[in-house]
């Protein structure tokens, strides 16, 4: 009687797998410095009062990626 460890093992010991390592670029990831600057921004145009500097870090992020905002220079 086989286990089920036994029943998963491949057929051929001598085949092997191969590991692939890629490195993923995302073009559209915005720098950590652009989205400080935008999220700053925000709470600057808000009299540096108030918001939520969390709220104000992802909406900068995702108008960064979504190409609808510029850090300022």
Same mark, same amino acid.
């Given at each position: 009687?086989s286990t089920? &460890? !036994?029943?998963? &093992?491949?057929? $051929?010991? %001598?085949? %092997?797998?191969? *590991?692939?390592?890629?490195?993923? *670029? #995302? /073009? ?5 410095? /652009? *989205? &400080? ?6 709470? !600057?145009?808000? %009299? #540096? @009062? ?5 709220? /104000?870090?992802?909406r900068a !992020? @995702?108008?960064?990626? $979504? %190409?609808?905002? @510029?850090?300022? &220079?």
């Amino acid at each position: 009687m086989s286990t089920k &460890a !036994e029943s998963c &093992a491949p057929e $051929n010991e %001598g085949v %092997g797998v191969a *590991i692939v390592e890629t490195e993923v *670029i #995302f /073009d559209d990831c915005p720098s950590h410095d /652009d *989205i &400080a600057v935008v999220a700053y921004s925000y709470w !600057e145009a808000r %009299g #540096f @009062q108030g918001g939520s500097p969390e709220e /104000d870090w992802l909406r900068a !992020e @995702q108008e960064l990626r $979504n %190409g609808r905002s @510029q850090p300022k &220079a």
